[in-house]
């Protein structure tokens, strides 16, 4: 079984930065990919991006394309998002969730991740 719990969420400016945290335990995770997603009141919740812990590849959300950026510690079993130049639209909850899948149509789907964390809120003002 994994843990994830995510940190760093917070209250913001528009225009503001946050880096979020995903610490994990309970497994290896050199062949898992690390997923985030963000869910808004009432909305669906929306990937955001993702990262393969081997090789570190990321994909991006076309929301978060030029403004986030993902980056790993396998030492740590850390995962970290940089969220830079932060909107009001980027408000939501924000989860970590881990899968062993690796091809486009699965790390973008939620249905397809087996783990995930408790979420962490950001509010960006403005």
């Known amino acids: 079984q994994v843990q994830l719990v995510e940190s760093g969420g917070g209250l913001v400016q528009a225009g503001g930065s946050l880096r979020l945290s995903c610490a994990a335990s309970?497994?290896?995770?050199?062949?898992?990919?690390m997923g985030w997603f963000r869910q808004a009141p009432g909305k669906e919740r929306e990937f955001v991006a993702v990262i393969r812990w081997s090789g570190g590849n990321t994909y991006y959300a076309d929301s978060a394309k030029g403004r986030f950026t993902l980056s790993r510690d396998n030492a740590k079993n850390t995962v970290y998002l940089e969220m830079n130049s932060l909107k009001p639209e980027d408000t939501a909850i924000y989860y970590c969730?881990?899968?062993?899948?690796?091809?486009?149509?699965?790390?973008?789907?939620?249905?397809?991740?087996?783990?995930w964390g408790q979420g962490t809120q950001v509010t960006v003002s403005s």
């Open positions: 309970g497994r290896t995770f050199s062949d898992y990919v």
């Open positions: 969730a881990a899968t062993s899948a690796r091809d486009y149509l699965s790390v973008v789907n939620p249905n397809r991740y087996a783990y």
